[in-house]
């Protein structure tokens, strides 16, 4: 199976932290979280392999069980060069076959779409090695700085990573360096240097490797603008029976009032709604298959606590909730007067803040179940947006 091959085992001495550089958080998620799950995403990568720095094998495998990947990954300890550390992780890369995309963790802006069109390249060409036109001028110099050549800009690329290969040849290739002492910036080299040729598959963009603390902004105002082009938005809509005799639970809290509502569980009609906007918006099926009612471990059970999971779903399949709007109908009890509760409650079950979630009322004029006081229905709208 086709294999990636994940570099984090750099020191990132220029961004002056203790922490890794690629567990620095991009928009609030580890760098290394955005590259993982373009990976774990493409239908073109059977595994993955994480070659972590010296001694944090540990700290590396906590923060990757946190994204609950789809793919087996298997962790590699890194060396003390570049050379050493692709070996160490082509090695532990027990299962390939095919193609390896060796990428660089700092390199957050990879996506699916990219990976799968890489590897149609490198089938079709014998490798693919992301790279985009020059756009500077570029001189070689000696030490002394004395420009020694000028060098046609149209025949000078910059590259990046995935570098695309033959696992096989690409292993053998880093064999050899290992065993010269060989320590190039790239695969492309080491290939190079093993008798192969090497291709370039144009990026659509220029890439950004986090290095310095600048490059976290620039990278954040990149990732920002994707995740605004990659939101999804769910709606929800569910009615409760309004009886006499139980407590009336809504958006997880309990207000003062003659009735409450029907159900197996708690029977909180807004948090309902919520739920299957969310699971919605994340194309993840709705409540009753997630938590059904014939089930009695749903008994009685609060509501907001199933929020809370739901929450953890949406999480799971790499989506940021944004925010969401409720409409509660019901022709009483008042909902203006308890709405900022119900806000609250919701997004702490979610880990949200509070302005992210609002809670409305209305009523229909004494018209249909809940005009009448019968019930009372939600209908919700949550938008999510994906981390890449
Ligand atoms: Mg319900």
Redesign the pocket.
């Given at each position: 199976m086709n294999t990636a091959l994940i570099a984090a085992a750099g020191s990132g001495t220029r961004m002056k932290s203790e922490t890794p550089k690629v567990l620095l958080p991009l928009l609030g998620r580890p760098a290394l979280f955005y590259c993982l799950q373009a990976f774990d995403a493409s239908r073109s990568i059977g595994q993955i392999t994480l070659v972590c720095p010296r001694g944090m094998t540990a700290v590396f495998r906590e923060a990757a069980g946190q994204l609950g990947l789809a793919k087996p990954l298997t962790f590699a300890e890194g060396g003390d060069t570049r050379t050493q550390s692709v070996l160490n992780g082509l090695r532990a890369s027990r299962k390939a076959e095919g193609l390896v995309f060796v990428h660089d963790a700092a390199r957050p802006m990879i996506t699916p779409g990219v990976i799968d069109d890489m590897a149609a390249f490198a089938l079709a060409r014998g490798s693919a090695v992301a790279g985009a036109p020059a756009r500077n001028t570029i001189k070689q110099a000696d030490a002394s700085g004395r420009i020694t050549a000028s060098p046609d800009r149209n025949s000078l690329f910059e590259v990046y990573t995935p570098q695309v290969f033959d696992f096989h040849a690409l292993l053998a290739a880093y064999e050899k360096a290992a065993n010269e002492g060989y320590v190039p910036t790239d695969d492309a080299a080491v290939m190079a240097r093993a008798g192969f040729d090497s291709h370039i598959y144009e990026l659509p963009w220029q890439d950004i490797k986090l290095t310095t603390p600048e490059d976290m902004t620039k990278l954040e105002a990149v990732l920002a603008q994707r995740q605004g082009t990659r939101l999804r938005c769910g709606t929800g809509f569910?009615t409760?029976r309004l009886t006499e005799g139980r407590p009336l639970i809504l958006g997880g809290i309990e207000i003062p009032f003659e009735k409450g509502l029907l159900?197996h569980s708690d029977?909180d009609?807004l948090t309902?709604a919520v739920m299957d906007a969310l699971l919605g918006a994340c194309n993840l099926g709705d409540?009753g298959r997630w938590f059904p009612d014939t089930d009695p471990k749903y008994k009685g059970v609060r509501s907001v606590l199933l929020l809370h999971e739901v929450g953890q779903k949406v999480k799971e399949a790499g989506y940021g909730i944004v925010n969401i709007d409720t409409t509660v109908i019901c022709e009483r009890p008042k909902i203006a007067p308890v709405a900022a509760r119900m806000s609250a409650a919701i997004a702490e079950a979610l880990g949200i803040p509070a302005e992210s979630v609002s809670v409305k009322g209305t009523t229909t004029e004494g018209m249909n179940a809940e005009g009448r006081g019968e019930a009372i229905s939600v209908q919700a709208v949550a938008s999510v947006a994906r981390a890449f």
């Open positions: 569910d409760h159900g029977a009609v309902h409540i």
